[in-house]
């Protein structure tokens, strides 16, 4: 399948901040949730942040709270994720993927990951 692009992040100092955007390759996104992960070196991908179409509920990772905010396109095409605060261990690869809530979780809907956009903040 044909994954989202993602773009935005960059090289930043420490509570420096950065926007990063996830555009549909279609029209709009097929899912109802669209989901933010990340994953640095020798790492698991970790959740990070989700939005819902209907609504644009936002939801974070405990790690991210008060410092990310996620938000979305009426017209179900793009989602953002405002990155303020940044501190060194936000630094990874950050991705954008279709998602579910599960009991245990979020995870991807997709079967592969995109390219994805590297943050990367310096101390």
């Known amino acids: 399948q044909v994954q989202p692009v993602e773009s935005g992040g960059g090289l930043v100092q420490a509570g420096g901040s950065l926007r990063l955007s996830c555009a549909a390759s279609g029209r709009t996104f097929s899912s109802y949730f669209m989901a933010w992960f990340r994953q640095a070196p020798g790492k698991e991908r970790e959740f990070v942040s989700a939005?819902?179409?209907?609504?644009?509920?936002?939801y974070y990772a405990d790690s991210v709270k008060g410092r990310f905010t996620m938000s979305r396109s009426n017209a179900w095409n793009t989602v953002y994720l405002q990155m303020n605060s940044l501190k060194p261990e936000d630094t990874a690869v950050y991705y954008c993927a279709s998602a579910s809530k599960t009991l245990t979780g979020w995870r991807s809907l997709d079967d592969t990951w995109g390219q994805g956009t590297q943050v990367t903040v310096s101390s």
């Open positions: 939005t819902s179409r209907g609504t644009g509920t936002t």
